[in-house]
């Protein structure tokens, strides 16, 4: 068995979870709420309005130097990236970590809005952040949906993302076109959460059964990593957002068909289910332990994707969330990009 977070975050010095900070404000405006101290001081969580949600975010750094937004995945949240804000945060950047719809102290506006999350929604939610922090380009990685909304944000605007870290590497969706199974068993039977929440039995079990579920597919997701309850009970209170059920209910609804996405994201669906290439500065990270299999060795596939691929590394001892099992590879890979 791999070494544990517990012992990973002991030596990064990083505090236990940021208390939830109530209140709202007007778009575009931000409130502060209570802190956790990193290794490179106080990290804050604040709260800022889209015209959509209220994200919840944490930041750490300096607030003049040049942004960077790490993106978080099912079923993760902003703790996965305790260990890899501390040197981007010592380096002089901003460092932003937003809950994803759905998590934590990120809420719908509309109490009314129907709880929707394909794969455009949550790229847009990107957007809509930056701009309501007034940020003109910034940097961005993430993994699973953060990485998919990164990939998808450099495709619609690249223009703004000076670089990217695509933890898995090319994510993008094609929700136009029907879902076909895969020819092998071994490749269904991994994708076991996304058929269950496609029933109203897998809905029912998320909403009863969240803990349990989330617990086993980050073990199954890193076999060779090992979760202590110290670190789960860090990132457990993201996963009682009240919209949490919904929204990953619908996500995997959407993305094989089986519901309706939003109409004012269709043509942006279409466009993405060309799978355009990402033509920004890249590095691609992918975790060698992964509970989805192995990644190849052959670069082929990710330098057809990222057309300005800095580099593609396969990580050793990370498995599918490889920023809070290797954070040092993450941090580097930024700092190699805005160098």
Request: a negative charge; one cysteine or more.
């Amino acid at each position: 068995m791999g070494p544990s977070r517990r012992e990973f975050l002991k030596s990064a010095g990083v505090a236990g979870a940021v208390a939830v900070a109530g209140g709202s404000t007007r778009a575009g405006s931000v409130r502060a709420g209570a802190q956790t101290q990193t290794g490179a001081g106080p990290a804050v969580l604040r709260s800022v309005e889209t015209d959509v949600l209220e994200i919840g975010y944490e930041e750490s750094g300096d607030p003049a130097g040049f942004p960077i937004i790490l993106l978080h995945g099912f079923p993760y949240d902003i703790r996965a990236w305790d260990g890899v804000v501390p040197p981007l945060a010592d380096a002089g950047y901003r460092v932003l970590v937003p809950y994803l719809r759905g998590y934590g102290t990120t809420r719908f506006r509309d109490t009314e809005a129907p709880r929707m999350a394909e794969q455009a929604a949550i790229a847009q939610d990107v957007s809509d952040f930056a701009n309501a922090l007034g940020l003109g380009q910034v940097a961005l990685a993430g993994f699973d949906w953060g990485n998919r909304a990164a990939c998808i944000t450099a495709i619609l605007h690249p223009e703004r993302v000076r670089a990217q870290v695509a933890i898995g590497g090319y994510s993008v969706q094609d929700t136009i076109s029907p879902s076909a199974p895969s020819p092998s068993a071994a490749a269904e039977a991994r994708l076991w959460y996304q058929w269950y929440f496609n029933t109203e039995r897998g809905r029912a079990g998320l909403e009863a059964n969240r803990h349990s579920i989330v617990r086993y597919l980050w073990e199954t997701w890193s076999p060779t990593w090992e979760y202590t309850d110290e670190a789960y009970n860090r990132s457990a209170p993201a996963f009682d957002n009240a919209d949490f059920v919904d929204v990953v209910i619908h996500s995997y609804r959407h993305r094989h068909g089986y519901a309706p996405g939003e109409e004012r994201f269709l043509e942006t669906e279409r466009q993405l289910a060309e799978r355009p290439p990402i033509t920004v500065p890249a590095i691609v990270l992918r975790g060698n332990d992964s509970g989805f299999g192995r990644p190849s060795t052959d670069p082929t596939a990710d330098r057809a994707r990222f057309t300005n691929l800095v580099a593609r590394r396969i990580v050793e001892g990370a498995g599918h969330d490889l920023a809070p099992q290797r954070p040092d590879a993450v941090s580097s890979a930024l700092l190699e990009l805005l160098a």
